[in-house]
């Protein structure tokens, strides 16, 4: 585990890769300080999540640190409109885009032929410009 670990922070695709740059005083050396302190992502949060804590049951707040665990925490799923209104504007934003659309048309169109599928008539583009004509 501590070749993913060291690669993952380092940016090292693969074990294989990171081996080839170490020799084996270099990877005693790593595991050794691995011994001694682990060299994880997950320990950093864990440790984050204490001090957070910590932070939190200092005004007065009955927490644990399970509830500041990445891992631990259950996320609320919310409507595209609780995330509009909890967003500055959010509402308007989205008013302002929908009354654009609607101004061109539900399909997103303006109305205008675009001059690169069909004539009126049922002639393609190629058709319409080898008689000369536009569509």
Excluded at 60 to 88: I, R
Aim: hydrophobic content about 35%.
């Amino acid at each position: 585990m501590l070749l993913f670990d060291m690669c993952r922070e380092m940016g090292i695709p693969h074990p294989d890769y990171l081996l080839q740059k170490l020799n084996s005083r270099q990877l005693k050396e790593w595991q050794q300080v691995n011994a001694k302190r682990p060299f994880s992502r997950e320990i950093d949060l864990y440790m984050m999540a204490r001090l957070t804590a910590m932070v939190a049951a200092s005004t007065g707040q009955k927490v644990t640190v399970e509830q500041f665990l990445p891992w631990k925490v259950k996320h609320k799923k919310h409507t595209p409109e609780q995330l509009l209104s909890a967003m500055p504007g959010g509402q308007a934003a989205m008013q302002e885009l929908l009354d654009k659309a609607a101004e061109k048309g539900t399909d997103g169109s303006s109305g205008k032929p675009d001059n690169h599928d069909e004539c009126s008539d049922g002639r393609g583009d190629e058709e319409a410009d080898a008689d000369g004509q536009d569509c």
